[in-house]
């Protein structure tokens, strides 16, 4: 079975580029461009991991990531952030990030750290 998941970028472009890296591997069951739209999506769609961005209008990534995993414990985020984020991606880690890659996403970074945290 494939593994389903939810993607969340508030670029439209990145969320392309994270789809086409994920389609294949996964199933890309829906897509979100703010933090409280991945939320309402996980609820809908219950995917086995989420793909997040961690700087988004409305309701960060680190947010969204906070809410999923209060409300869903065993859900798999993996964080997408720019190189110059450190002290972003703690808080991420804090909020309960299972992993997470640099941009500009790379499959072969995105793919096998999805894989991984999915177990």
């Known amino acids: 079975m494939t593994d389903r998941v939810l993607v969340v970028d508030d670029s439209s472009f990145q969320r392309t580029v994270v789809r086409d890296a994920?389609?294949?591997?996964?199933?890309v069951v829906a897509e979100a461009e703010n933090g409280a739209e991945a939320v309402e999506l996980f609820e809908a769609y219950e995917p086995d991991a989420v793909s997040m961005d961690v700087v988004m209008p409305e309701m960060t990534g680190i947010e969204?990531?906070?809410e999923i995993k209060d409300r869903w414990p065993d859900a798999v985020v993996v964080m997408c952030t720019s190189v110059d984020q450190e002290e972003k991606m703690m808080e991420a880690v804090k909020a309960g990030a299972d992993g997470y890659v640099t941009k500009?996403?790379?499959?072969?970074?995105?793919v096998p750290e999805l894989r991984n945290s999915v177990g």
């Open 22 to 27: 994920l389609e294949g591997p996964f199933e």
């Open 104 to 110: 500009p996403v790379d499959a072969g970074e995105l």
């Open 64 to 66: 969204a990531t906070r």
